[in-house]
Every structure is written in C-alpha cells, then in structure tokens.
C-alpha cells in the first residue's frame, strides 16, 4: 500500500466537536449547494469515531493587497451593471485602494462603497438612502428589477473566479454587477 502521508490542504481547518454539544442526528436531503464553507462529518455508528467539524478557508478570508488600475468612466457608472461583466472600478477608487492591505474581502467591499461615498463625481449618481448606506460601508441598492430573490444590494464579481486562481484583490479582476446579472453570470436559479 501507499505509505506516503496523506496530503492535508492548509486551507482546511478541522475541529473534534465538543462533548458537551447534543447527540441527536437528523438524516435530511442534502441541499443544492454549490458553494459550502463547512460540514460535519458524521461516522458509521459503531465505528467509535467522534463526528468531526469541517471549516474550508476560502481565499477571500485571506489578507491581501489591492493592485490594478481601473478604468476612466464617463456618464451613468452603474448603468453597465446589469449587463455583460458588470460596469468596472473606475481608476480614481482604484487609485485610492492600490496598495492597501485588507485581512480579509469583506473589509475591501466596505472601504469600497466609502470610497465611491467620498468620490466627489461618483457620489452625485446615488440617492440619499444609497448614500447613506455607503458611508457605512454598505452597497447601494439597484432597482427592484435588478434584484434576485432576498439579494437587494449590488455585489462585486471576480471576472476570474476565485476558484480558478482569479485574484481576490486585483481591482482589474472585480466589476460591480447586479443581483440579477450576478444571478446570470453564475447560473444561480
């Protein structure tokens, strides 16, 4: 047989789950997930193995350093979100977030929205409860046609996903897009 240890990713952490928790095991159908960050793994009973919890670390949990330029806009910047890849960073936000470091992407999204807030241009495209939210780190809402099911607020797409090597923070790989049209170029249903 093979005596080569097995090869464990460093981006999975595993956890034994407490004692204390409950014992009690639901068989349900699986869900239609396709983008999991964490299961429990449930042994054969009898096999005396303890079930053991399962977290995936994904690359937008990661700190990283924004690079890319963006692009010159001119007129409606969002008026392209709902269509193709999305309407582009423009270069002055880029300009204000190349080279920061963000532990993580959910910090770059909010210093994101405060900048197109803080644009003197960009800002005057968005009413005062999407400005509002902005300011505080939140995206701006499109309209209602735009949106697909519970997601309301436009969303930042990796025009190379992540999961293909797509980088997190590369201004130039990320367009702002619909809900709908994020929906789309997914395949979300």
């Not at 460093?10 to 960050?37: A, H, N, Y």
């Not at 964490?38 to 700190?63: C, H, W």
């Not at 800002?123 to 309301?152: C, H, I, L, V």
Request: glycine share 10%; net charge positive.
């Amino acid at each position: 047989g093979n005596e080569e240890p097995p090869f464990i990713p460093s981006q999975i952490t595993v956890l034994p789950i407490p004692d204390k928790v409950g014992s009690d095991i639901e068989s349900l159908p699986m869900p239609e997930e396709k983008d999991f960050r964490d299961y429990i793994l449930v042994f054969p009973a009898g096999s005396g193995m303890k079930p053991v919890y399962v977290m995936f670390n994904t690359p937008r949990n990661q700190p990283g350093v924004v690079t890319g330029r963006g692009q010159k806009i001119e007129g409606n910047w969002l008026s392209r979100a709902g269509q193709g890849m999305g309407a582009p960073i423009p270069s002055q936000i880029a300009d204000k977030l190349r080279g920061r470091r963000f532990n993580n992407f959910d910090n770059f999204r909010k210093a994101f929205w405060k900048e197109v807030a803080n644009d003197p241009e960009l800002s005057k495209q968005f009413k005062t409860a999407n400005m509002g939210n902005m300011k505080k780190g939140k995206a701006p809402a499109p309209r209602k046609d735009e949106w697909k099911g519970k997601k309301k607020k436009y969303e930042l797409h990796h025009k190379k996903p992540i999961s293909e090597g797509g980088d997190v923070y590369d201004i130039d790989n990320i367009s702002v897009v619909t809900p709908k049209r994020h929906g789309e170029l997914h395949n979300w249903r």
